[in-house]
């Protein structure tokens, strides 16, 4: 399978613990994007990267989330002391740096539920 | 900033119906368009894209969308609807604002029924 990955699908948090994910681009994409979807809403962006560059960081990238990409490969998404709104679907897209036209693919998405 | 709304929450169709999904985006300069598609349980997957050229562009599985710059509307279509179908449809879009992020509308839930 040569598509986005990401690890783990599902994770179930107590409130307060940290919690990271890991996502996989595919080979030779060099772009690398977070999204977070909740329920019943299209995916909203976090942040991006360039190689292992951020970029890219909206303002719902609170002070308790942290990306990095240290080899420009994968990338881990950290949330700190999560807060049960941080439940939601996280989302890493990837895509190859050219122009304005570039296409963003979509890994499977590790699903976080806060208790 | 830009926004993209997708108007019909929720589609209900009749197997063979024909669709159409509306989505109209806020920017007045060059941007691209996408529809991606939710399979129950599968990943988000490209349906198809507009970046420049023909208006009338067509994707997989006998999608096709239309962009109407006038209108800022990227509406998707399909003449015969399958059973297959039912899934969760985005309509997004990125602007040439050097911004790299996509911008997703709500999204529309088409449910076919056989």
């Known amino acids: 399978d040569t598509g986005v990955s990401q690890d783990p699908r599902h994770k179930i948090t107590k409130r307060g613990q940290n919690v990271t994910f890991r996502c996989d681009p595919i080979?030779?994409?060099?772009?690398l994007y977070w999204y977070r979807q909740t329920l019943g809403q299209g995916p909203e962006f976090l942040t991006y990267?360039?190689?292992?560059?951020?970029?890219?960081k909206s303002r719902l990238l609170s002070d308790r989330f942290s990306a990095e990409r240290p080899k420009g490969s994968f990338s881990t998404l950290e949330i700190q002391r999560t807060e049960q709104g941080d439940s939601a679907m996280y989302l890493c897209?990837?895509?190859?740096?050219?122009?304005?036209?570039?296409?963003?693919?979509f890994g499977p998405g590790t699903r976080l539920l806060v208790l | 900033a830009q926004s993209v709304s997708q108007h019909n929450h929720h589609v209900i169709l009749s197997e063979a119906a024909s669709l159409e999904l509306g989505c109209n985006y806020s920017?007045?300069?060059?941007?691209?368009l996408f529809w991606y598609v939710q399979y129950p349980g599968q990943h988000l997957q490209l349906l198809l894209k507009?970046?420049?050229?023909?208006?009338l562009v067509k994707g997989i599985k006998g999608f096709e969308a239309e962009f109407i710059k006038s209108k800022f509307s990227f509406n998707l279509r399909k003449p015969s609807v399958q059973w297959s179908d039912t899934a969760e449809y985005f309509c997004?879009?990125?602007?040439?604002?050097?911004?790299?992020?996509?911008?997703f509308g709500s999204g529309t839930r088409l449910q076919v029924q056989p």
């Open positions: 897209a990837s895509s190859v740096r050219g122009s304005f036209q570039e296409t963003q693919y």
């Open positions: 080979s030779e994409h060099n772009r």
């Open positions: 990267f360039q190689n292992e560059a951020q970029l890219e």
């Open positions: 920017y007045g300069g060059t941007v691209n």
């Open positions: 507009y970046f420049s050229g023909d208006p």
């Open positions: 997004a879009v990125n602007a040439d604002t050097g911004r790299r992020a996509l911008t």
